[in-house]
């Protein structure tokens, strides 16, 4: 599709080619030298040109659109524009812009700079609606040129354009934070970043040159920087698209960021009302895009200034985005798109906190998300239906169980809902054999937050034999790498030992599977494959500790509770813990690991600063206690072991304290005259000082401890334990102790 004489009308004629024909695009990105031609139309004419001016800025217009109309399409048309270094030429164009330059140049421009960073970001992820799939290396690519959009001196260039005097180019800009920003390393540069004047004025502030009070009062940093506050004062217009696009910079802003959000939920000076309030109002638009947008934005305001203050959300709040919610879902003249988009602000709203999933249980949202996930749900399977279904509704299927699925994370009566009332089963198993990836998923997932619930795994999982169809998901090799996790994270509910599922699991190759995942490069997947054999062995039989260690083998544990990761580490920990529940299990463990690789396992866990790693490890230090009288003085017989519990009483948390207190009071019962080695690492004097119910106990501790205050007001059980430790030693026969 080689052009041979760019003119205004050729550009114009070319961009109504691509529009909506990928083949066209993709010709046309695999034309190398036409995309060079485009980006060399992009620079600024040599002042030479002066009487040319205006046919010139017609051409660096209709490029600037060509670009963005093959932005999107293809991952060669986006590979071809990343290795043109189309990005650096918008960059380069929008840094060059004069004063007497055309506002449709400006505009076009920033809308081209735009569109084709939100592809990039889009690659880079993570994605803002719905699972995508992209190869590698451009994954790689575009990694690396997003980095390089958020560079100072790249902020530098676009960044000041949001005070641009036309409303076009302020939304572009607003419109490219609000797309490109998703981590963050990229938040904080865009909300620190200031324009010269401001940046000058703080650096005076700093360093003395002007009063502290002074140099405080003008600190952006009060409003959340100076993006932040220009963004809020968008707000305040009455442009509908300016609204929209600076609810969404906002948003992307705030999501999991304490400080911005903080600083949008207080009222700011010379303003009659905060910034959330404004957003909160703006929920009520006329405008249903900039309804939805103000709600994913409160949305994530509330959760990232709560973030730090469990159950300190705003419900009031809340129940504006709640209102919004249960209108969309309920309208049947919303377009599919909008209810993807509000099923993510539910998303968004209600993920991780246990309170606000109860809220819109009980409000009916949940039953209207399960009811449309049904509706366009078909539960017969035909070919037919997969190749016509549109791409709308596949992704609406993803929302809606992804969501499904945070809500019932937490609480059985809703699974119960969920399964039983609402009947959602059927529409996972279709779903899970779907061949659009973000659909497998969302069922996996879905399906993962019911499997917490005892009942439901007995009855509809095993029932429906939809645990064995999701089982034989995971066991494909050529599955994607997310659907074989989120099918992993299921099957460690599937085999506790509440679950009829856990031997079939077992003789059709669960542990073979287990091994492939954990070899993997994958964190997370090696985690889960632990995870999954630590739960295989919960209140297991002899049998099933034999097999599950024939695969993990002895010396590969022993290597993993010294792993370097911490979570890989609490895995191995725990699978220690749950071998030896029992006498044979302790039995089994000392039989098959030597005393000194044993005792160094457990005083790395004990000296972790990890909470989960040190509480598994002190749970099987007190299995160990219950043993035999020869592994109970192996305790003894390594005193770094006894140095490593003290420290670890004064250190650690109650629910680690406990099991500890509980091991030296099975020790103490068995053999009295260990008194002595006690007194000797400090454990008694530790003991008495937590019977002691003041407020808070100093407790020497060794340098480096994590903490220096034990709190009996959250440590009753553990006092209550050490008093039986005590008691024991105190009411002994005194020849005894001798």
């Known amino acids: 599709m080689t052009v041979r004489t760019i003119t205004t009308s050729t550009l114009k004629a070319l961009k109504n080619s691509v529009i909506g024909n990928p083949a066209a695009k993709l010709a046309l990105a695999q034309d190398t030298a036409l995309i060079h031609s485009l980006v060399n139309c992009l620079k600024p004419p040599p002042t030479s040109y002066a009487d040319t001016q205006g046919s010139h800025d017609d051409i660096r217009i209709e490029s600037a659109h060509v670009i963005a109309s093959i932005s999107y399409g293809s991952e060669v048309a986006l590979v071809s524009l990343i290795r043109a270094n189309v990005l650096h030429a918008f960059l380069l164009a929008l840094s060059n812009i004069k004063p007497h330059d055309p506002v449709q140049l400006k505009s076009a421009l920033a809308r081209g700079l735009r569109v084709l960073s939100t592809a990039i970001a889009e690659v880079v992820g993570p994605s803002q ?54 981590s963050e390393a990229h938040r904080n540069a865009v909300t620190e970043w200031l324009p010269p004047g401001e940046r000058s004025r703080e650096i005076k502030g700093r360093r003395g040159w002007e009063k502290k009070e002074m140099a405080n009062s003008s600190s952006s940093a009060r409003q959340g920087g100076w993006v932040v506050r220009l963004l809020v004062n968008f707000l305040q217009k009455k442009d509908l698209k300016l609204q929209e696009a600076a609810l969404g910079a906002i948003s992307s802003l705030a999501m999991e960021n304490p400080v911005v959000a903080g600083t949008l939920t207080r009222a700011w000076p010379d303003e009659v009302d905060t910034p959330l309030n404004i957003v909160l109002n703006l929920t009520k638009s006329r405008s249903t895009d900039v309804q939805l947008t103000a709600s994913l934005c409160a949305a994530h ?33 919303e377009t599919p798109q909008n209810k993807i988009k509000i099923c993510y602000t539910l998303y968004h709203l209600v993920k991780d906190d246990k309170d606000l999933c109860r809220e819109v249980y009980e409000r009916g949202t949940l039953e209207k998300v399960v009811l449309l996930a049904k509706h366009i749900t078909p539960l017969e399977r035909t070919s037919e239906w997969e190749e016509d279904e549109p791409e709308s509704t596949l992704a609406l299927r993803e929302a809606t169980l992804i969501v499904i699925a945070a809500i019932s994370l937490f609480d059985n009566n809703i699974r119960r809902e969920v399964a039983d009332d609402l009947h959602l089963v059927p529409t996972l198993q279709v779903s899970l054999s779907h061949k659009n990836i973000g659909v497998r998923h969302a069922a996996c997932t879905c399906l993962r937050a019911l499997s917490r619930a005892v009942s439901i795994i007995r009855t509809n999982i095993v029932d429906s034999k939809i645990g064995m169809e999701l089982f034989e998901i995971f066991k494909k090799e ?37 091994m492939q995942l954990l070899a993997s490069d994958d964190m997370n997947m090696r985690v889960g494959a632990l995870w999954a054999m630590r739960n295989t062995l919960r209140t297991s039989d002899p049998s099933t500790r034999q097999t599950v ?51 160094n396992c457990i005083t790395s866990g004990l000296e972790s600063f990890n909470d989960d790693v040190t509480h598994h490890t002190a749970c099987f230090l007190a299995n160990i206690a219950n043993g035999s009288r020869e592994e109970q003085d192996f305790i003894f017989a390594h005193t770094h072991i006894i140095h490593a519990i003290h420290d670890c009483m004064t250190d650690a948390k109650s629910d680690t304290r406990c099991p500890l207190i509980s091991c030296i009071l099975s020790l103490v019962q068995s053999n009295i005259r260990r008194k002595h080695e006690l007194t000797e690492a400090g454990i008694i004097s530790t003991l008495r000082h937590m019977c002691d119910w003041t407020a808070g106990v100093s407790v020497s501790m060794s340098p480096g401890g994590r903490h220096h205050r034990i709190r009996m007001d959250d440590d009753k059980e553990a006092a209550k334990l050490a008093r039986s430790v005590l008691d024991v030693l105190e009411h002994s026969n005194i020849g005894d102790l001798l």
């Open 301 to 333: 305001v509330l959760r990232a200034n709560a973030s730090h203050h469990p159950g300190s959300i705003d419900y009031s709040a809340a129940l504006n985005v709640i209102h919004v919610v249960n209108r969309v879902l309920s309208s049947a003249s």
């Open 129 to 182: 609606l719905g699972l995508k799939t992209w190869s590698p290396d451009l994954r790689s690519e575009a990694t690396v040129a997003l980095s390089y959009l958020f560079e100072f001196d790249c902020l530098n260039i676009y960044l000041p354009l949001l005070a641009d005097p036309s409303s076009q180019t302020n939304i572009a800009i607003a419109q490219l934070i609000s797309t490109t920003v998703r």
């Open 478 to 514: 050529d599955e994607d790498p997310r659907v074989t996790y989120a099918a992993l994270n299921t099957i460690c509910n599937l085999v506790n030992d509440f679950s009829p599922l856990r031997p079939k699991l077992l003789e059709q190759g669960l542990l073979p599977r287990l």
């Open 549 to 599: 260690m024939t695969h993990l083998c002895w010396p590969r544990l022993v290597t993993l509770c010294n792993d370097s990761n911490p979570e890989i580490q609490e895995q191995a920990m725990s699978i220690l813990r749950n071998l030896a529940e029992d006498e044979e299990g302790v039995d089994y463990v000392f039989e098959s690991i030597d005393t000194e690789t044993l005792a």
